[in-house]
Structure formats: structure tokens, C-alpha cells
């Protein structure tokens, strides 16, 4: 008498572990497709309509304001612990080698050329992707975007071109504040609790601190602002399947957005340390 067998992957509809593999790669690289068409669309509507003075510059407006507000305190709070975390770590390696002038020097280069950036881009990541993503995958949740489609308006052009264009306004700002705050608490730190001499520590930061390193690191925010604000953007108007979508899309555009920003922060650094190499190297 025969054993009855269990049905294989087949007749169960799974499938094997390489199919899932290609298929899942093929579903990804056709989902960067589409979101590089929406970034070169998006942008091509950005620059033709100001040109022409057809943008939703109130729209922009509105959206950067509204970053602004869900990001400003957030920098400052994370801003401070940062300044503090910096001069206790960078007061400790100077004074072991007797060079606690360069406590300034060393800090600052620090939080202006990698740590304020990447920290607007985790903010801008957390608070500005996550309203992006939020606002356009409701809408598409509850068909606006189907209906601005019938009614001959373009999503992207009215939609996603001002958010990219605040986004891209709003991280430089948020970068320049965390500098300040950051740089100001190291500063606190260094001077009273570790013997630093005011002077010193601005003499030093002067010294070494360029106006390259500030317009790379608002270039750099600018263009994580960028990356949030089209990768949330897809999620976004790709959202289906009622209110878990919705939280899907947002959940998806946190996470993509920040390894996103990662990865352009390393492709950037790489580059201007062939170009401008650091002046204490």
C-alpha cells in the first residue's frame, strides 16, 4: 500500500527559493525604475514650471513649513547630545597626546563635513519622508491621484515637485542649525569641564574649518533632501491595499530613504576626498 506523499512547492503554489530569488530582484530593479523616471519627470517639471512661472510655489511653501516645524526641534535635541558625545570623545584623544588646542579643529571638521549632514538626513528621513509617503499614499488609497489623473492634472507636477523643492530647501537649513547647536555644545564642554581655552578652540576651528567644507555639507543635505523626498514620493503613489498600505508605504520610505542617504553620503565623500582633500591629512 502506497504512502500518501506531501504536495511539492508546485502543486502548493510556492515558489522554489531561486524563483523567488529572480523574481524578487526583477520586482525591485522594475521598482528603481520607476522611481528614477519620477525623479528625472518630477525635476523636469520643477525647472520648466519656474522657468515659466507656472510652479505651486504655495504649495512648496506650505510643505516647507510644515518640515520645518516637525524638524527644528528634533535637530536641536539631537544636535546637543551630539556636541557633547563629540567633546568628551575628541577631549579624551587630544589629551592624551597633549593637544587639546585642536579639540576645535577636530570636532567641528567633524560634525560639518559627516555628522550635521547625515543627521538632516535622518531627520528629514524620519519626520519629512514619513508625511510625504503618509499624505500621497491616503490620497492614493482613497483614489485623489486617480482623480487628478481624469481631470487632466498631473500628480507629479502638482504633488511631488513642490515637496521635492521644499525638501531640497529645508535639509540645508536643518544642517546649518545642527551645526551651530552641535558645535556650540562641544564648545561648552571643552571650555568648562575640560580646560580648554575659548580662544584655542575657535582659533583652531578657524584654522582648519573652509568655505568648501560648509558648501559640501549644504550640498550634501540638499541632495538627501532630494532622495527622501522622490523616494517617499513613489512609495507613496504606489500604495495599495486600504490603511495597512499606508503604513507599508511609510514604513518602506523610512527605511529606504536612510540607507538611500547612506549610500549617496559615502559615493559623495569618496569624491571630495579626491578633489579637496582635508587640509590636516
Known sequence: MKTSRPADADVRGERPFGGAVVTRTADSTRT????????????????????????PMREAIVQGWFFISVSAVPAVLVALPLGVVIAVQVGSMTDNV????????????????????????????????????ADLASRTIREEIDALRT???????????????????VAPMLSVLIILMS???????????QGVAPGS??????????TTDLIVCLFKAAVFGYVVAIISSQR????????????????????????????????????VLMFVPMRFL
Open 32 to 55: 528603481f525604475g520607476r522611481t528614477l523616471r519620477l525623479a528625472f519627470r518630477s525635476t523636469a517639471y520643477l525647472i520648466v514650471d519656474i522657468a515659466r512661472g507656472r510652479f
Open 98 to 133: 597633549g593637544a587639546n588646542s585642536m579639540a576645535g579643529a577636530v570636532g567641528g571638521m567633524g560634525v560639518m563635513q559627516q555628522i550635521a549632514p547625515l543627521a538632516a538626513a535622518l531627520l528629514i528621513g524620519g519626520a519629512g519622508g514619513s508625511a510625504i509617503s
Open 151 to 169: 481631470l487632466g492634472i498631473d500628480p507629479q507636477r502638482r504633488l511631488v515637485s513642490p515637496r521635492i523643492l521644499a525638501m531640497v530647501v
Open 183 to 193: 558645535i556650540l555644545a562641544s564648545f561648552a564642554v571643552a571650555s568648562l569641564s
Open 201 to 210: 578652540y575657535w582659533l583652531s576651528f578657524g584654522s582648519f574649518a573652509s
Open 236 to 271: 507613496g503613489l504606489e500604495a495599495k491595499g486600504g490603511p495597512k498600505g499606508v503604513a507599508d508605504s511609510v514604513n518602506a520610505a523610512v527605511v529606504l530613504s536612510i540607507i538611500a542617504c547612506m549610500v549617496v553620503n559615502l559615493f559623495i565623500t569618496q569624491v
